[in-house]
């Protein structure tokens, strides 16, 4: 039976729970973009952008929901393996949150509505465009998105370096084994 919480060992189920699920939605959000260059006005493309503010705002949430609970967590789980690997994972967390919220700023701030799972999340407005609000996001929203792509890249390969050299296996702290 799996625990839920975690330890020094291993993550506890909430922990590969959120890791997991938020792994699948960003491997999505890196679909819909690459979709979304390569094939765009594409009948894919259509379907797969359309999902990808909605995806955003869900995978902000969890960043939320998962740093909460890695707070409440921090005395129990297992150590980074080096000061360079906590760096890492705080600037995997930080963009996480960042590249959603200015993209959060951006739709606010161009006063189109914005409904996620059939919910409104932000109405609309007619007054004039918010300047200030649309500029980070147009400016560093997909530069820092493939800065992430390339941070997540290097993620997976280090979590399976260390599994495969020997030494602390990361990876089997993440997979409940």
Same mark, same amino acid.
């Given at each position: ?8 060992? &291993?993550?506890? $189920? !909430? @922990? ?8 699948? %939605?960003?491997?999505?959000? =890196? *679909? ?44 129990? &789980?297992?150590? $980074? !393996? @080096? ?8 600037? %995997?967390?930080?963009?996480? =949150? *960042? ?79």
């Amino acid at each position: 039976m799996s625990q839920l919480h975690d330890c020094a060992q &291993r993550y506890g $189920s !909430v @922990s590969r729970a959120l890791h997991w699920s938020m792994a699948v %939605l960003l491997a999505w959000q =890196f *679909v819909t973009v690459i979709v979304h260059v390569l094939l765009e006005d594409s009948a894919l493309d259509k379907f797969a952008w359309g999902t990808h503010k909605a995806t955003g705002l869900l995978l902000m949430v969890l960043v939320v929901i998962r740093l909460c609970w890695a707070l409440y967590s921090r005395n129990r &789980r297992p150590a $980074s !393996v @080096s000061t360079l690997a906590r760096l890492g994972h705080l600037t %995997l967390y930080g963009l996480l =949150f *960042v590249i959603p919220f200015i993209a959060l700023l951006r739709q606010y701030g161009s006063g189109r509505e914005f409904v996620a799972f059939g919910m409104t999340v932000m109405p609309g407005f007619s007054d004039p465009k918010i300047d200030w609000m649309i500029a980070p996001a147009s400016l560093l929203h997909g530069n820092l998105g493939w800065l992430l792509l390339l941070l997540v890249i290097g993620h997976v390969a280090m979590a399976l370096f260390h599994r495969r050299q020997g030494g602390e296996d990361v990876l089997a702290r993440m997979i409940g084994r």
